[in-house]
């Protein structure tokens, strides 16, 4: 069994900047969702951000191809994949920055997830973030790779100075830097409703956390809407930085199995009523008879 | 050359130069420092050369292992630091250490751009003052727990619980293989997080139950209690 999304997905330029360097994609087939905020002059950013989802997505298409960097034991091997992906989009990007004098220093943050069955698989770099909202609550997933995180780790500052701080603007983590990237992953399992976002920091630096999950909350089964007014109140606030969300709403399968197997078992009660006083039928009065097929006598054993 | 002083009380014992890139230190003959007493675990700890600076790490010993009274999973050694190992006690002695770096004004200009920090920067700019501690990780040590087979199942005994989630049902992909018609492919998951374990029921319409009771959400796994699906019934044991 698994999960059928209801999906949102926004991005903006913002009110300030002149172009759009952040990047997304969401495969429902593949339960592949993906942020990307690229930075670098000119129109490197846009590039990097592109090259790095478009990268990953081929690698998650490709189920076969090797994967880069060393396995993870602690993760399925569809998480193992998803990191490689990234892996791989940093090599590509670091030279292409290389390669040509207009990219040189490129980059870009990433944020990916992929949910099969009831897991989801987390991987990320640098300060774009992912939320989990459950029942009204929203929870971060993700620590972001930023020198002021970094800082509030080591405790050089309180979480106040972290707030007013001049420098949160600093990542200490992207694609496409350095030749070889640390990534961040995780898995988790998905519950029936819960809410999945994805967002750059146009939208964090813009709208606090309450206020996303007020957001979220208020508009309930329409992830679209909520992206929407997600992306309305960062732009209202200023909106200095362009601004991405998706917003997976994620609703469990019946399955066919359970379908039948309810329907089956609504019969049995159908008919442990109508004929339930005919001692011995289905279990009727006494108790003891029951149905002559295996899968029902588990049942009962349960 | 950094070197190591072993003292037991006030009396010193043994000089020994580092002289290797790595320098165990436990209980049995294979180490690089054996020290025979009975606090010490037979692999208790090693010292690592790490560029200019060395890093002393606990190898999950039972005793644990202390610089300068302060329990360490893992830090970066200073001149005349001393290392507690069981009774024992290794001054670590490094003449040419270099004084750590104090931190420096942070100066970046406020550009509204986002800007990436090269590895040398940063290091500069979260190295810690000099009065603290540069400690390199604050992992907490890492939590251990396994799921053992009692009856039922498919004759597995049991099974560790390494993975970010472990999975036990029917299906081909599941750690742990159940059995019984309504039992589902993914059946239930047990989620490893830093303060523990978790388990969810997943699919199937045989329920999990804990200590006999149904599994609603996610619930936190205590050491010794029953987990039952289906015709299989187990136990988890961990411990934090």
């Known amino acids: ?302 | 050359m950094a070197k190591l002083i072993v003292k037991f009380k006030d009396a010193t014992l043994q000089e020994i130069p580092i002289t290797k890139p790595t320098i165990t230190i436990g209980r049995v003959d294979k180490n690089d420092i054996k020290i025979e007493n009975l606090a010490v675990s037979r692999q208790h700890a090693k010292i690592i050369e790490d560029g200019d600076r060395y890093i002393i790490e606990d190898l999950n010993s039972l005793n644990g292992t202390f610089v300068n009274e302060k329990r360490v999973m893992k830090g970066i050694l200073r001149n005349r630091d001393e290392i507690l190992v069981g009774k024992h006690t290794l001054v670590f002695i490094d003449e040419e250490e270099k004084p750590i770096e104090m931190r420096k004004d942070i100066d970046i200009s406020l550009a509204e751009r986002t800007v990436i920090l090269d590895t040398k920067r940063q290091r500069e700019l979260v190295s810690q003052p000099e009065a603290q501690r540069p400690t390199i990780e604050e992992k907490p040590s890492e939590l251990e727990g396994g799921i053992s087979i009692i009856s039922g199942g498919i004759g597995q005994k049991g099974i560790k619980l390494t993975k970010r989630l472990t999975i036990g049902g029917k299906g081909d992909g599941a750690d742990i293989r159940l059995k019984g018609f309504f039992v589902g492919k993914v059946a239930f998951i047990v989620s490893k997080r830093p303060n523990g374990f978790f388990i969810t029921h997943s699919g199937g319409r045989s329920k999990t139950r804990v200590n006999g009771v149904e599994v609603e959400g996610q619930q936190e796994l205590k050491d010794g209690d029953i987990i039952d699906i289906g015709s299989t019934r187990m136990q988890f044991h961990g411990k934090k």
């Open chain 1, 1 to 302: 069994m698994g999960f059928h999304f209801k999906i949102g997905t926004m991005t903006d330029v913002g009110k300030v900047r002149a172009i759009n360097e952040d990047y997304f994609t969401a495969v429902r087939d593949l339960g592949l969702f993906i942020v990307a905020d690229g930075l670098g002059g000119q129109n490197a950013g846009e590039v990097a951000s592109k090259m790095a989802i478009e990268i990953v997505r081929s690698h998650l298409n490709n189920n076969e191809g090797p994967l880069v960097g060393s396995y993870q034991e602690e993760f399925s091997h569809d998480t193992n994949r998803m990191l490689s992906g990234i892996r791989l989009a940093n090599s590509a990007i670091y030279e292409a920055g290389q390669k040509n004098p207009e990219h040189q220093g490129m980059g870009t943050t990433i944020s990916s997830i992929r949910i099969k069955g009831d897991v989801m698989g987390l991987a990320h770099v640098g300060d774009s973030r992912i939320y989990r909202i459950r029942g009204g609550r929203l929870e971060r997933l993700t620590v972001d790779h930023s020198l002021v995180e970094e800082q509030l780790k080591r405790g050089l500052i309180t979480e106040e100075q972290a707030a007013q701080s001049k420098h949160r603007n600093v990542i200490t983590r992207a694609l496409g830097v350095e030749e070889t990237i640390a990534v961040d992953g995780d898995e988790i399992v998905l519950f029936d409703r819960d809410n999945i976002l994805l967002c750059t920091d146009g939208l964090t630096d813009m709208v606090g956390e309450e206020d996303i999950e007020r957001i979220i909350t208020r508009n309930g089964d329409d992830p679209q809407r909520a992206c929407e007014e997600l992306v309305n109140t960062a732009n209202d606030r200023g909106g200095v930085d362009n601004i991405t969300v998706i917003l997976v709403h994620c609703l469990k399968d019946e399955g066919r199995a359970g379908l039948l197997e309810r329907a089956f078992l609504s019969i049995i009660a159908g008919l442990r009523k109508a004929y339930g006083r005919i001692p011995g039928f289905l279990g009727g009065e006494k108790g003891e008879a029951r149905p002559n097929s295996a899968g029902a006598k588990d049942e009962e054993a349960l």
